[in-house]
Every structure is written in structure tokens, then in C-alpha cells.
T-cell receptor, first 111, second 115 residues
Framework: QKEVEQDPGPLSVPEGAIVSLNCTYS??????FMWYRQYSRKGPELLMY????GNKEDGRFTAQVDKSSKYISLFIRDSQPSDSATYLC???????????FGSGTKLNVKP | NAGVTQTPKFRVLKTGQSMTLLCAQD?????MYWYRQDPGMGLRLIHY???????AKGEVPDGYNVSRLKKQNFLLGLESAAPSQTSVYFC??????????????FGPGTRLLVL
């Protein structure tokens, strides 16, 4: 079983839709949770960073962590064509020497 | 401030050839990492370093070696390339804070094709 599971998609939505991206994990030691956005042929760039459980909002993006269910989500409101990319979740325990990534969900926002 | 840079951007090797990928960061980060990214597999950690002169194995270290002689540089070596090492390689760096590292900053990647 992989440490982090993520639906690869692709997910196709119309412009303006609310997008929900999710990851599940198996290691209860994970405390740090991140979402990265990766455009085609580019390196991942950090979108959201959350410690432990709860919600965090940044503009059109909201990250949620439910440690009891081992489930994290990223919501994108008013999605734009420029949001079309692959979204990777990542997690780490307190030692932070290693990060564990999901395989990524490819999102396409249609104009 | 260039962030994390990688050299080269693209390389074609024949089976059995060797090469070194160079990663450089100008953010004074302590921790550096090498990942490979393959379709459907996500990012997998090859080796990492928590400081100058130290390295450790990650999830998929076989066939690779690394060195961290200077804090700002992290080298990934392939001694005898194999077709299975065809991939996109990403370097990342992060800094420790309060006993834990903050999140990672990634380079633009190196595309490697082994024939």
C-alpha cells in the first residue's frame, strides 16, 4: 500500500466551477500537509501548507485536513483556465527528512 | 535570487554511460533532496541531505550516488545509466525551523533519456 493515495484524474470542469481535490494517507505520524501545483514541463510550486488538522484559506484556495480520517482536501473556488495543471499533495512527519507525495491529479478548466 | 537551479535541462545517454546532475540553491537552505518523477508514480525520493557533508538514502536509491560538498550544491550521479533511469529529475531544498523543516522549493527539472 502506498503511503499517499491520490486520484490521478483527469478532472475536467467549466470555468467558474468549484474544484475539490483529495488525498488519503495511511501514516498517522504525518503532521505537515502541502499542496503543490505543477504546470506541464515545470517543477512543482507550493500552493498551500498546513500543520495538523483544520482549514486554511488563501484567496480562492482552501486546504482542509482531517487527521481522524487521514484525508486532506484542496478546494478551488471560481476556477480559471490558468488553474489547469497537475496538483500534488505531499506530507511529512515531524522529522521532516522525507516528504511523501501523491501521484498527482490533472485538472483541466475549460473556458 | 534564482532559487533552485538544475543543470542540465535535458540529456540523452546511452546505456552504461555516466553523468552528473547538478543542483544549486541560493536560499541558504540546510536540506536538499533529489526526486524522480515518472508517469503515474508521482515524486519518489532518491537521496537527501540534511547538511553539508551528509547524505542519506531515500525511497529509490539504487543506481544513484550523491554528494554535498558545499551547502549550496547537491550532485546526483549515475555511474552506469540504464533505460529504467529514464525520468524527469527534480531537486528541492528546504530549511529547518524549530526542529522541523519547512516545505520544499523545487528546481525546474532535468529530463533524462537513456537509450
Amino acid at each position: 500500500q502506498k503511503e499517499v493515495e491520490q486520484d490521478p484524474g483527469p478532472l475536467s470542469v467549466p470555468e467558474g466551477a468549484i474544484v475539490s481535490l483529495n488525498c488519503t494517507y495511511s501514516n498517522s505520524a504525518f503532521q505537515y500537509f502541502m499542496w503543490y501545483r505543477q504546470y506541464s514541463r515545470k517543477g512543482p510550486e507550493l500552493l498551500m501548507y498546513t500543520y495538523s488538522s483544520g482549514n486554511k484559506e488563501d484567496g480562492r484556495f482552501t486546504a482542509q485536513v482531517d487527521k481522524s480520517s487521514k484525508y486532506i482536501s484542496l478546494f478551488i473556488r471560481d476556477s480559471q483556465p490558468s488553474d489547469s495543471a497537475t496538483y500534488l499533495c505531499a506530507m511529512s512527519a515531524s522529522d521532516f527528512n522525507k516528504f511523501y507525495f501523491g501521484s498527482g491529479t490533472k485538472l483541466n478548466v475549460k473556458p | 535570487n534564482a532559487g533552485v537551479t538544475q543543470t542540465p535541462k535535458f540529456r540523452v545517454l546511452k546505456t552504461g554511460q555516466s553523468m552528473t546532475l547538478l543542483c544549486a540553491q541560493d536560499m541558504n537552505h540546510e536540506y536538499m533532496y533529489w526526486y524522480r518523477q515518472d508517469p503515474g508514480m508521482g515524486l519518489r525520493l532518491i537521496h537527501y541531505s540534511v547538511g553539508e557533508g551528509t547524505t542519506a538514502k531515500g525511497e529509490v536509491p539504487d543506481g544513484y550516488n550523491v554528494s554535498r560538498l558545499k551547502k549550496q550544491n547537491f550532485l546526483l550521479g549515475l555511474e552506469s545509466a540504464a533505460p529504467s533511469q529514464t525520468s524527469v529529475y527534480f531537486c528541492a531544498s528546504s530549511r529547518p525551523s524549530g526542529g522541523a523543516a519547512e516545505t520544499q522549493y523545487f528546481g525546474p527539472g532535468t529530463r533524462l533519456l537513456v537509450l
